[in-house]
């Protein structure tokens, strides 16, 4: 079983999610999967500017939020058509209005909490799987899944902590349920979100979705965790400070943890820990080459010959 993550980057456009869903059709090939997705490209600052604006009474966050529910509708109907569309249209059509309905109460109060802040920023992921899915189970079935059914956190919002014991036994609970009939749907899940043990909603940090997928990987034993970005793989160096930057074709977590802390951007780094703890290893891979063979990180130490240590490359 594989878990393939999708960013932002690769849901930028309707045409961008086609390409995802070539990939899936592709490379999924019946096998068993689940996708989690992040929100649409820019969507998470946009969300998290319109709350802001709403704190401030500031009547602009009626004009952000028109942006944001214009955007997600369009996708459907790019995607599906008017006429097929109309079941997704209308779910993301009731996620919308509980966006308006959570800004509306920020706007009233004059204060947007951490945790009120987790609310609006959770649409993001839920709007962006309610239309993958909506476009994925055009050719293969699937089913929107919300992360906060089994991933547990606590209260520290907007960069809340797992509790692994109880996330571990629900989502290995949830999937057994998800999978118990022959025609196995896959699953298409929200990254980035879960909920306190008292069913308030929680985000695990900026970039989070590379995380929901390594904690769903290492809850289910997966054999691979994919994280499908905009990049042929983990590069070594800035290109941008280095012309002669190349793809590492493999390398350790040990290295990926390194390059993390030196502020490498293509893995989260808590993405890491969860795959480490249960040897699974993972691809980066891109989605707009994805020919491209990608960077493998995994515990076996890496063969290639000459690779200067992490911290050098990314001081260069």
């Known amino acids: 079983m594989r878990v ?185 899940v929200t990254g980035f979100i879960g909920s306190t043990e008292d069913g308030r909603t929680t985000t695990i940090g900026r970039n989070g979705s590379d995380y929901t997928a390594a904690i769903i990987g290492a809850a289910l034993g997966a054999s691979t965790i994919e994280i499908w970005t905009d990049v042929d793989g983990v590069l070594s160096a800035d290109p941008k400070a280095v012309s002669s930057a190349f793809v590492l074709s493999q390398m350790t977590y040990e290295e990926a943890m390194e390059m993390s802390c030196f502020g490498a951007k293509v893995l989260h780094a808590d993405a890491i820990g969860p795959a480490v703890a249960k040897s699974i290893p993972i691809v980066i891979k891109n989605s707009f080459n994805p020919s491209a063979p990608g960077t493998l990180i995994s515990r076996k130490p890496t063969t290639a010959i000459g690779w200067p240590r992490a911290s050098a490359r990314l001081a260069t």
């Open 4 to 188: 393939l993550k999708f960013g932002g980057s690769s849901l930028a456009t309707p045409d961008r999610i086609r390409d995802v869903g070539r990939i899936v059709r592709n490379t999924v090939n019946g096998s068993p999967a689940v996708i989690v997705v992040s929100a649409f490209q820019g969507v998470t600052n946009q969300l998290l500017e319109c709350a802001r604006l709403a704190e401030r009474r500031d009547p602009g966050h009626e004009r952000a939020y028109d942006t944001i529910a214009a955007r997600h509708r369009s996708a459907v109907d790019n995607l599906l058509g008017r006429h097929q569309g109309r079941r997704i249209r209308a779910l993301v059509d009731e996620q919308l209005g509980e966006l308006r309905d959570a800004l509306h109460g920020i706007r009233l109060l004059g204060q947007c909490p951490p945790a009120a802040l987790d609310v609006a920023a959770s649409f993001g992921e839920r709007l962006s799987a309610l239309i993958v899915s909506g476009y994925l189970n055009r050719f293969r079935r699937t089913r929107f899944v919300d992360a906060r059914q089994f991933l547990t956190t606590d209260a520290q919002f907007t960069r809340a902590n797992v509790i692994f014991q109880k996330t571990n036994r629900a989502a290995r609970e949830y999937f057994s349920m998800f999978w118990q009939h022959s025609r196995r749907p896959v699953p298409v």
